[in-house]
């Protein structure tokens, strides 16, 4: 019997398309001895979305993103993906669902074409592999054995067999870990193309600007728990200020200034001839600053928009002690 998924007060991403989730996490909870890895944790991800699933090590990630792809047998909670149950219907969900491994799962001597093509061969409808290679940088060592490809080339590779079917749904772990500032651009097009086709995601990172560009939709975990969901500008703009800093002649008269301004707004003068405001940033607390200035002649130079970043968050949410 389906086993209920509770309902959720509110949904991760809001989407106009009444499509069920493509995974559905409810109370889930795993332990390995006295350690719980994870602790009644709930999240969605809607049909085509990119979700990343953030956190430090030890949060949790690895166990929940395993017990998803039916790796692992939670101790309570309920998962479905693609409406299925991901251990008992396997079966069903293997040639929709893609999974990169972190260790790869290539046969290390085979050439990296190779294996690529064998991969696509128990596919319905793959993508040509040789046109994958060149989009990930492998074009050029698709005859070498994988033995012999370096960290970030196996990387590549595991990418491009967990989506060389076109699945419908992709779990990637640690996309780009390792790799070169050229190879993380191209993996990104690649995880942009994912989406434009229709295709889920969900993603672990440790690289919040991967995140923050990537990803619809973000859960992060902490202690096994999530502490916090929601996309990325939600985040970053949740409970906190915004800032503006600008340049101007010492002595400005901050008071009026702030008077002059949206309500809320505080205006200070840190060090002589640099300003800083602070308040939710919209065009209307631009056009009164920038009218006040030019009413009392004074030209606001470098004048700036501040805002917490994901990893700023990240950071408030998980703290900055280093983990093992």
Partial sequence: MRRPIAPRRRPLLELTTVEPPAVEVAGLTKRYGDIPALDGVSFEVPVGAVVALLGPNGAGKTSAV????????????AVRVLGLDPRRDAGNLRPRVGVMLQGGGAYPGARCGEMLRLVASFARRPHDPAKLLEALGLGSVAGTPVKRLSGGQRQRLSLAMAIVGRPELVFLDEPTAGL???????TWEVVQGLRRDGATVVLTTHFMDEAERLADAVVVLDH???????????LTKAGVAGQVTFRAPAG??????????????????PRPGHYLVESPVDPALLAALTGWCARQDVLAEDLRVQRRSLEDVFLELTGRELRP
């Fill in 180 to 186: 070169d500032p050229a190879a993380r651009h191209a």
């Fill in 252 to 269: 400005l008269d901050v008071v009026t200034l702030a008077g002059a301004l949206p309500d809320g707004a505080s205006v200070s003068e």
């Fill in 224 to 234: 096994g728990r999530v502490v916090a969901q929601g996309s990325p500008s939600e």
């Fill in 66 to 77: 395993e017990i998803c792809e039916g790796f692992r047998r939670p101790d309570a909670g």
